[in-house]
């Protein structure tokens, strides 16, 4: 049996940043997407109930389903930010959030797995980010890629691996779900 080491490269081998914006304005606030360490990327207002985008949205970069987003937002598990793949609909999130398509030899699910473990992303981000006043992150798009990962070598073998973990979210989310229908009982 051959087996095919994982390999240690750059983020950028996988991931480039995308500069559309939304400078046409054919997204509005309504179409506002927020990244949760819980839920992924997520309606702003259907998940908030409100919008917390600023009088323009025109700069706001443009997000479709499939790209990767970085929210340089600090929270306690994962202080130096978080990333999430958008497995929803095509939306905007304000310019402090780094928005990045994949490349051919990337799966956009795998790259969520590799850093749903908070652990791998402070691991990843730590010596990336410098943090400024009031904890603000400093930290450009493109040296948000400048980081190491180890990534399964074969596209295939990527998409195989989110497969399984997205799997067991779903069969976790349907237990979940199950528990507290029967709480409420």
């Given at each position: 049996?051959?087996?095919?080491a994982?390999?240690?490269?750059?983020?950028?081998?996988?991931?480039?940043?995308?500069?559309?914006?939304?400078?046409?304005?054919?997204?509005?606030?309504?179409?506002?997407?927020?990244?949760?360490?819980?839920?992924?990327?997520?309606?702003?207002?259907?998940?908030?109930?409100?919008?917390?985008?600023?009088?323009?949205?025109?700069?706001?970069?443009?997000?479709?389903?499939?790209?990767?987003?970085y929210?340089?937002?600090?929270?306690?598990?994962t202080p130096?930010?978080?990333?999430?793949?958008?497995?929803?609909?095509?939306?905007?999130?304000?310019?402090?959030?780094?928005?990045?398509?994949?490349?051919?030899?990337?799966?956009a699910?795998?790259?969520?797995?590799?850093?749903?473990?908070?652990?791998?992303?402070?691991?990843?981000?730590?010596?990336?980010?410098?943090?400024?006043?009031?904890?603000?992150?400093l930290?450009?798009?493109?040296?948000?890629?400048?980081?190491e990962?180890?990534f399964?070598?074969?596209?295939?073998?990527?998409?195989?691996?989110?497969?399984?973990?997205?799997?067991?979210?779903?069969?976790?989310?349907?237990?979940?779900?199950?528990?507290?229908?029967?709480?409420?009982?």
């Open positions: 049996m051959i087996t095919i994982w390999e240690q490269r750059k983020l950028n081998n996988y991931l480039i940043v995308s500069d559309e914006k939304n400078s046409e304005n054919l997204y509005k606030k309504e179409d506002v997407l927020s990244v949760s360490g819980d839920f992924g990327i997520v309606n702003q207002i259907e998940f908030q109930g409100r919008s917390f985008a600023g009088t323009s949205v025109l700069n706001y970069g443009v997000v479709h389903k499939g790209d990767v987003v929210t340089k937002s600090p929270l306690k598990a130096y930010g978080i990333i999430k793949t958008n497995k929803g609909s095509t939306g905007i999130v304000s310019v402090l959030y780094g928005v990045y398509h994949t490349k051919e030899n990337a799966n699910d795998f790259i969520q797995v590799y850093f749903e473990q908070n652990a791998r992303l402070n691991n990843y981000l730590r010596p990336l980010v410098n943090k400024g006043a009031k904890n603000t992150l930290i450009s798009d493109e040296e948000a890629l400048n980081g990962v180890n399964a070598p074969s596209l295939n073998e990527q998409l195989k691996i989110s497969v399984v973990f997205n799997s067991i979210d779903n069969l976790i989310t349907l237990h979940q779900r199950e528990c507290f229908l029967h709480k409420e009982v």
